[in-house]
């Protein structure tokens, strides 16, 4: 018989395809931004693993690249990045989009799952923008497809149910050790996280001028002497000179608006005051260049 006070913790995948809300549930659980959000899909490209500690439970989430059929040696990358997962963890969350019809993308992730045939829930988001009989229309939809061990229906943004969904991934996992202490929320480093946050300002307010050629690398993050501010120096990496222009925006106010936003979200992430410099830099074709893919923290070893 199952001690109910015995601590659980395992792993979670949280996959799906690009622009489901993967980002704004594993936020939502979390209790702080770690994972970059955008309404422009494939914003995820590192496995981002958030920590969620109760008294009762730890849960390692992995926010993954949207599943999608790759264009270049970056998104071969995303796509062996989302897939390896399946095969690694305790539990898989296939986050759909309840209000989009089931479609190839769909298919393309249903065979991975069957091929990997791991412990699978189907989570239905965006239920606040649905009439119930829709919801139950999709369930009956993908029930035919797969095998879930469970449907939970949720709203990310919203967070309706998304303590239902806690519950029911809990009952799903064994016994197991405290890999992360209480407090911590990543296992990624500070500087990722900042890297994410400026990278998420550009796509927010360059909008369908810039498309997924943007990376960030932090050159410097350190406090300065006795200040209790934290220096931040940061390149934007672009593939067109275009898009540099686009970026540094008209006697820079662009930028300036980039800088102004990412630092209030790193202040609150690092509990300081922070200065923050930004660069734009142009790099052709850097997201088919495995040297620059390494070099801007896409290392495909890890995977």
């Known amino acids: 018989m199952e001690n109910k006070n015995e601590f659980k913790s395992g792993f979670v995948s949280i996959i799906g395809r690009p622009n489901v809300g993967k980002s704004t549930l594993i936020n939502h659980v979390i ?16 496995k981002i693993q958030g920590v969620y500690s109760s008294n009762e439970s730890q849960i390692i989430f992995i926010d993954t690249p949207g599943i999608h059929k790759p264009k270049h040696k970056l998104g071969d990358f995303m796509m062996k990045v989302a897939q390896n997962t399946l095969r690694e963890v305790d539990l898989v969350l296939y986050v759909v989009d309840g209000t989009e019809a089931f479609g190839a993308g769909e298919e ?12 699978t829930f189907l989570v239905i988001n965006k239920i606040d923008k649905m009439d119930p009989e829709a919801v139950f229309s999709v369930i009956e939809t993908y029930r035919k497809k797969f095998d879930f061990e469970e449907v939970v229906p949720i709203s990310a943004l919203e ?17 197991g050790p405290q890999y992360y202490p209480s407090d911590q929320v990543t296992d990624h480093p500070e500087r990722f996280v900042v890297g994410e946050l400026i990278r998420e300002k550009v796509l927010h307010l360059t909008r369908e001028e810039i498309p997924h050629s943007v990376a960030v ?14 220096y931040i120096g940061a390149t934007i990496i672009v593939e067109r000179t275009s898009q540099k222009g686009i970026i540094i925006g008209k006697q820079g106010t662009m930028l300036k608006e980039v800088g102004k936003r990412a630092r209030a979200d790193i202040e609150t992430l690092l509990g300081s005051k922070v200065f923050l410099e930004l660069w734009v830099k142009v790099q052709k074709d850097w997201r088919n260049k495995a040297a620059h893919l390494r070099e801007y923290g896409f290392r495909e070893d890890e995977y």
Do not use: C, H, W
């Open 31 to 46: 209790g702080q931004k770690i994972a970059i959000m955008s309404d422009k899909p494939q914003t995820t490209r590192n």
């Open 108 to 119: 393309f992730i249903i065979e991975r799952l069957q091929a990997a045939s791991p412990k």
């Open 159 to 175: 967070g309706n149910n998304v303590t239902t969904l806690m519950e029911q991934i809990t009952k799903y996992l064994e016994p």
């Open 217 to 230: 690398n932090i050159e410097q993050m350190k406090r300065r002497g006795n200040s209790e501010t934290v």
